[in-house]
């Protein structure tokens, strides 16, 4: 009778069982996690569209410049950069929690051997020895370890765009250092060029000085413009070599081990688009990181969730245990056990609740992030969009302005020479005309950094069928 009773105590607790996974099932629902979205234009500059682009980083745009000494530095930028050496020990990091999450899945098996010596009550003393091989398997009933998975998935994904995205702006930081540094070349050329005339100005006017010719306000006036062009070179040679400096600093080397022949020649610019479209954001790291944490947050919350249900698990050991060692592994010794258990959590203080409040506004963060990451790049975007063509307007018009400085400054110089006009007239022009020439470097450089920035804003080339000719 008792074990007809103990049969029917066993059937109603699974039947119970079975009726709370049922339950809880129906009322419980594993969280999806998807994409977000955000408003975005369908494309930049006109109202057209083009033709979508990749969706990941163009890692050679820029080749685009046609430089290969630019080339060349970037190539070792790649293995000479502690910053992106640094990311990727930190991708590795995330990559290992992946591996962990999942190891969460399967089961784990131990081996435990013990000895012990123990005294009854009677006072007489035993030994015994232990050998096992447990095993423990926690079901996944409620897809608490695989969003688990796909959270440290979404993690590992966005430690990889950030390295993509610290990649890309080391690499954008290289071509704008270059491009400076060429800059700082050409000025200084343009200087010493001027700093030779003004000085074969100042020994001519000194003969003409010495003949009586012209008052010694004009040797005084010739010769500050000449020393003035003087402390211009000086300046601009500082900046040239501070600029290596961090230039080998990129590069991962000492800032005075960096070696590079001089050039006047700035890197040739790609032809600037027309309209761009918008899918092109689809491939910036940092909103591809944006979108992962997201998606980690989603998984996150599911985790926090399934808190609140009961953990089911599936333990099974066999082993041995004697109190001779020489028996231990007899038939006789031989134990073995199988079961399943549940763990439910009744009260915790609401820290099940909390847990779930605070990953829900980790959401809410991680959705705002990314809305202001896509804000901000169609920002930046446009911003140099429209800087690009601004700049190449202003360098056509700065190139008329330095052909008429210097035409002014041959009439001056011819009037001076027939004695019409003091030489104050002669360094006024050449002052115009100096500084309309640095001044058209300077558009030129700002061009080439925005086309620069552009590339970066869109990490990579755009559509060459968007490109005007």
């Given at each position: 009778?008792?074990?007809?009773?103990?049969?029917?105590?066993?059937?109603?607790?699974?039947?119970?069982?079975?009726?709370?996974?049922?339950?809880?099932?129906?009322?419980?629902?594993?969280?999806?996690?998807?994409?977000?979205?955000?408003?975005?234009?369908?494309?930049?500059?006109?109202p057209?569209?083009?033709?979508?682009?990749g969706?990941?980083?163009?890692?050679?745009?820029?080749?685009?410049?046609?430089?290969?000494?630019l080339?060349g530095?970037?190539?070792?930028?790649?293995?000479?950069?502690?910053?992106?050496?640094?990311?990727s020990?930190?991708?590795?990091?995330?990559?290992?929690?992946?591996?962990?999450?999942?190891?969460?899945?399967?089961?784990?098996?131990?081996?435990?051997?013990?000895?012990?010596?123990?005294?009854?009550?009677g006072?007489?003393?035993?030994?015994?020895?232990?050998?096992?091989?447990?095993?423990?398997?926690e079901?996944?009933?409620?897809?608490?370890?695989?969003?688990?998975?796909?959270?440290?998935?979404?993690?590992?994904?966005?430690?990889?765009?950030?390295?993509?995205?610290?990649?890309?702006?080391?690499?954008?930081?290289?071509?704008?250092?270059?491009?400076?540094?060429?800059?700082?070349?050409?000025?200084?050329?343009?200087?010493?060029?001027?700093?030779?005339?003004?000085?074969?100005?100042?020994?001519?006017?000194?003969?003409?000085?010495?003949?009586?010719?012209v008052?010694?306000?004009?040797?005084?006036?010739?010769?500050?413009?000449?020393?003035?062009?003087?402390?211009?070179?000086?300046?601009?040679?500082?900046?040239?070599?501070?600029?290596?400096?961090?230039?080998?600093?990129?590069?991962?080397?000492a800032?005075?081990?960096?070696?590079?022949?001089?050039?006047?020649?700035?890197?040739?610019?790609?032809?600037?688009?027309?309209v761009?479209p918008?899918?092109?954001?689809?491939?910036?790291?940092?909103?591809r990181?944006?979108?992962?944490?997201?998606?980690?947050a989603?998984?996150?919350?599911?985790?926090?969730?399934?808190?609140?249900?009961?953990?089911?698990?599936?333990?099974?050991?066999?082993?041995?245990?004697?109190?001779?060692?020489?028996?231990?592994?007899?038939?006789?010794?031989?134990?073995?056990?199988?079961?399943?258990?549940?763990?439910?959590?009744?009260?915790?203080?609401?820290?099940?609740?909390?847990?779930?409040d605070?990953?829900?506004?980790?959401?809410?963060?991680?959705?705002?992030?990314?809305q202001?990451?896509?804000?901000?790049?169609?920002?930046?975007?446009?911003d140099?969009?429209?800087?690009?063509?601004?700049?190449?307007?202003?360098?056509a018009?700065?190139?008329?302005?330095?052909?008429?400085?210097?035409?002014?400054?041959?009439?001056?110089?011819?009037?001076?020479?027939?004695?019409?006009?003091?030489?104050?007239?002669v360094?006024?022009?050449?002052?115009?005309?100096?500084?309309?020439?640095?001044?058209?470097?300077?558009?030129?450089?700002r061009r080439?950094?925005?086309?620069?920035?552009?590339?970066?804003?869109?990490a990579?080339?755009?559509?060459?069928?968007?490109?005007?000719?």
């Amino acid at each position: 009778m008792s074990m007809r009773r103990s049969r029917q105590a066993k059937a109603l607790s699974a039947i119970a069982l079975c009726l709370l996974l049922a339950g809880c099932a129906s009322w419980f629902k594993k969280p999806v996690v998807v994409k977000p979205t955000a408003r975005a234009p369908e494309s930049f500059g006109a109202p057209q569209t083009a033709n979508a682009a990749g969706d990941a980083v163009d890692r050679a745009w820029w080749t685009l410049f046609q430089d290969p000494v630019l080339n060349g530095l970037q190539a070792q930028l790649e293995t000479g950069n502690l910053n992106l050496q640094l990311l990727s020990a930190k991708v590795r990091q995330a990559q290992a929690s992946v591996a962990a999450a999942q190891a969460s899945l399967w089961p784990s098996v131990s081996v435990t051997a013990g000895a012990a010596r123990s005294v009854s009550g009677g006072g007489a003393a035993s030994n015994s020895a232990s050998l096992s091989l447990p095993l423990t398997w926690e079901l996944d009933v409620w897809g608490r370890i695989d969003l688990q998975t796909q959270a440290a998935q979404a993690n590992a994904l966005a430690s990889q765009e950030d390295l993509a995205l610290a990649r890309l702006s080391a690499q954008a930081t290289l071509v704008q250092t270059y491009i400076a540094i060429r800059t700082a070349e050409r000025q200084q050329a343009v200087v010493e060029k001027a700093q030779a005339a003004y000085e074969r100005a100042l020994t001519l006017t000194r003969y003409r000085y010495d003949a009586g010719v012209v008052s010694a306000a004009d040797v005084a006036q010739a010769e500050s413009q000449w020393q003035s062009t003087v402390a211009q070179r000086i300046d601009v040679e500082t900046t040239r070599q501070q600029l290596t400096h961090s230039l080998a600093v990129l590069l991962g080397q000492a800032p005075s081990a960096l070696q590079m022949a001089a050039s006047q020649a700035l890197p040739a610019l790609p032809a600037l688009p027309t309209v761009l479209p918008a899918s092109l954001l689809q491939r910036r790291p940092d909103i591809r990181a944006a979108e992962m944490r997201v998606m980690g947050a989603q998984a996150q919350l599911g985790v926090a969730q399934t808190a609140f249900f009961p953990t089911f698990s599936f333990a099974a050991s066999s082993g041995y245990k004697s109190t001779e060692l020489a028996s231990l592994f007899n038939a006789s010794s031989r134990l073995w056990s199988l079961g399943p258990s549940l763990a439910l959590s009744l009260f915790d203080g609401g820290q099940r609740q909390a847990a779930k409040d605070d990953a829900r506004a980790a959401l809410e963060v991680a959705l705002l992030n990314y809305q202001q990451t896509v804000l901000t790049l169609l920002q930046e975007v446009e911003d140099n969009l429209v800087a690009t063509h601004q700049l190449q307007a202003q360098e056509a018009a700065q190139a008329q302005a330095l052909q008429a400085a210097e035409r002014n400054l041959r009439i001056t110089e011819a009037q001076y020479a027939a004695g019409t006009v003091s030489y104050l007239n002669v360094v006024t022009a050449q002052a115009s005309a100096l500084a309309a020439q640095r001044n058209l470097l300077d558009v030129q450089s700002r061009r080439a950094l925005a086309v620069t920035q552009l590339l970066k804003n869109l990490a990579g080339r755009w559509d060459a069928a968007t490109a005007s000719k």
